[in-house]
């Protein structure tokens, strides 16, 4: 049975871990607000991009070297590249698992060359222990001020693979909220932008009834178009994987949180019932000491 000296040692290392749990909650919200923002600011900025590419499209076509690509993911066996985006820090209940296991679902069906690349330290351990062999490892940005600097390093790797032509498609994945309390997996396709692409981007209507031109060097305006959707959809895909970890880590913490007061509340009922049955066998001792002295008395 624990003494009152344990129990009040067990409140009082409760209530420590308590203040942490509030704190990182606290912190988790905050940053969910900020990466919130930074989405909706990618939205906007997203859609103009793809309304050039609207204007851009209804002009011209693709190049031929964009052509060649088109016919060369036209393979029985496509070379693969997948882009997963985990977390760096723990407490953030399923994230990884999940992701991991829907990678794997995805990816155990697929028959040509795969190459695995992972931004955070959590999920290429999971996806190793699933035998799936991870090739590259991104860290994972501490701020939204660093998420440019990974985009510009995966860009770079892109650039290097799409140069070789070892590599046919690029996909994402992540997880992203679907709602205010809760986040899924997601799967998106990033490269090339071939046939299916122009005709997913076609689909987009102009806002306004005056027709789009294209004005000056078309080559140029679209190699930079597509620069930019790469960047912004990456850019994109991150913060909402922050977004997503944070907010998992904000129902974790809000779940230690409960479990910490359902703790206290038991610990403080045993301590008082231990404090009193101490006080009344304190009681009971003084009342027989003194009843002992009344039959001396006499």
């Known amino acids: 049975m624990d003494s009152l000296e344990s129990l009040t040692r067990q409140i009082t290392g409760a209530k420590d871990l ?153 996909f994402l994945f992540h997880n992203h909220l679907i709602n205010e309390g809760s986040y899924d997996q997601q799967k998106l396709r990033l490269f090339p932008l071939d046939e299916k692409w122009i005709q997913e981007k076609s689909q987009l209507k102009w806002p306004t009834k005056k027709q789009p031109e294209v004005i000056g060097d078309v080559g140029v305006l679209i190699h930079r178009l597509i620069r930019e959707y790469l960047f912004v959809t990456l850019y994109k895909t991150c913060t909402e994987s922050l977004a997503s970890e944070n907010l998992s880590r904000l129902n974790a913490m809000q779940r230690a949180e409960k479990n910490i007061e359902e703790l206290l509340e038991e610990i403080g009922h045993t301590y008082h019932r231990l404090r009193q049955s101490s006080i009344d066998e304190e009681l009971f001792d003084v009342v027989s000491g003194f009843t002992a002295l009344k039959k001396d008395e006499y």
């Open 18 to 170: 308590n203040s942490i749990v509030r704190t990182m909650k606290a912190m988790a919200a905050a940053n969910i607000g900020q990466y919130e923002m930074a989405m909706e600011s990618l939205g906007h900025y997203w859609n103009n991009v793809s309304l050039g590419l609207v204007a851009y499209l209804k002009h011209v076509r693709l190049d031929n070297q964009q052509n060649s690509r088109i016919a060369n993911t036209n393979k029985s066996e496509k070379s693969i590249c997948a882009i997963v985006f985990g977390s760096d820090q723990g407490f953030v209940g399923q994230f990884n698992d999940a992701l991991s296991q829907y990678v794997q679902d995805y990816l155990s069906t697929h028959e040509g060359t795969l190459e695995i690349w992972t931004v955070g330290v959590r999920v290429p351990l999971l996806l190793k222990d699933m035998g799936m062999l991870v090739t590259k490892e991104f860290k994972l940005p501490n701020s939204i001020n660093a998420i440019t600097s990974l985009i510009g390093s995966i860009l770079v790797e892109v650039e290097k693979n799409r140069g070789s032509g070892s590599i046919d498609e690029y």
